[in-house]
């Protein structure tokens, strides 16, 4: 029997395990060198950091890490909500005005309407177009710009022959917010 402990056989399994704990080692050194090289370092000395420092900030990273991806998600859900919310309510009334709203300025025959509306009011554009008309009011220009969910619109015009007196123009603006007022 003690000749089979000098087996060659034995000394050669013996090889192999050493072997394949030398190769265990050099894989785990270079998996923990590869992690360090992925920390990004908090020391910013030249030392060399021992295999648990190395792992200890490795781990302190990733915690880090954690952390910040649960604020960014939570911040995230709350500009979600925040904005379903704000675009209902808090975007309209940033400007202070109830909606709709209109402002009317006249300069000579020139006459300039500022409409700001809601998603819910966009008919009125349509019927200040048609009440201008209706005073032979000559419609130059009109554009619009949607903020949040207000629509500003704007009008620029010119008064007809039948109202180029200040009056006419007075005339047409009473008319105009009493019809804006009314909605």
Known sequence: MEQQCNNP??????????????NRRNQMKALYLKLHSLVP?????????????????AINYIKRLQIDLERMTQKKDSLKRG????SNSSCGRKTGLSLPHIEIHSVDSALQVVLTT??????????????LH?????????????ICDTIVHSIHSKMGECAPDQYGAARISERLKKFVGGC
């Open 9 to 22: 056989s034995s000394s050669s399994s013996k090889a192999d395990r050493k072997t394949i704990e030398k």
């Open 41 to 57: 370092n908090q020391q910013h000395s030249r030392e060399v950091l021992s295999l648990p420092d190395q792992l200890e900030e």
């Open 83 to 86: 904005e379903n919310s704000s």
């Open 118 to 131: 809601g998603l819910d009011y966009q008919f009125i554009f349509t019927d200040v177009i048609r009440l």
């Open 134 to 146: 209706e005073e032979s009011v000559q419609v130059i220009n009109a554009s619009y710009t949607l």
